[in-house]
């Protein structure tokens, strides 16, 4: 009852399309960002390589950064490549090198690797992949992110869901994600950041 209860006043907040951008925006680096990661990051040469690159990102030199990050990969321990990949996708989607940004964020995560991480990657590559103009893979994308977040339904965790209705929104599937957003908070997820999912996708069903 009280998740019904819940769902009953959807607050309106942001568009759909403004919640989807969100999802699959690049994090820039930030210069604030680095000197507590120097203290607990080790002197192994891919630290350094890639604090090095990330601070040529957040300048804006991404050239510079490229460079750094391709050094940083080769030499860096099985666990942390993901990552790097990841913010030197970011790096040439910055200088409009999609196909080689698109590459980066294929790169999957490993075991070690945070699950969170890796659907933020997956939400990262389909925007990529709408912003390159390929409307086909983006879907396909979207689809291999819905089947993700359902491989991870048993934790019973509410981000997962909440995923599974945006991504199934994304794809106009809108009953699908209305009954996600209901398993979400079920699952434990914060009331009002599915209200506005909500609201969002009843708006856009209504256009």
């Not at 399309?17 to 507590?36: D, H, N, Q, R, W």
């Not at 698109?102 to 490993?110: K, S």
């Not at 396909?140 to 359902?150: G, K, M, P, Q, S």
Request: charged share 30%; with cysteine.
């Amino acid at each position: 009852m009280a998740v019904k209860d819940s769902l009953m006043q959807p607050q309106r907040g942001r568009a759909l399309s403004e919640i989807l951008a969100a999802k699959g925006a690049a994090v820039a680096p930030t210069a604030e960002g680095f000197a507590p990661r120097r203290r607990f990051l080790s002197s192994e040469p891919y630290c350094t390589l890639e604090l090095a690159a990330e601070e040529y990102a957040s300048r804006g030199e991404h050239s510079r950064a490229i460079e750094e990050f391709s050094r940083a990969i080769p030499v860096s321990p099985f666990w942390a490549a993901p990552y790097i990949h990841w913010k030197r996708g970011d790096s040439y989607s910055a200088l409009g090198r999609y196909e080689d940004a698109i590459a980066d964020y294929e790169v999957p995560h490993c075991d070690d690797v945070c699950k969170d991480d890796e659907a933020r990657r997956r939400w990262r590559l389909v925007t990529l992949l709408q912003e390159s103009q390929q409307p086909e893979r983006a879907i396909r994308a979207l689809r291999e992110l819905i089947d993700y977040c359902t491989s991870r339904i048993e934790c019973r965790d509410g981000r997962y869901f909440y995923d599974r209705a945006l991504a199934r929104a994304g794809l106009k599937e809108y009953n699908k994600a209305l009954d996600d957003c209901g398993f979400a908070l079920e699952a434990g997820a914060r009331p009002g950041t599915i209200n506005e999912l909500r609201a969002a996708i009843l708006a856009d069903s209504a256009l």
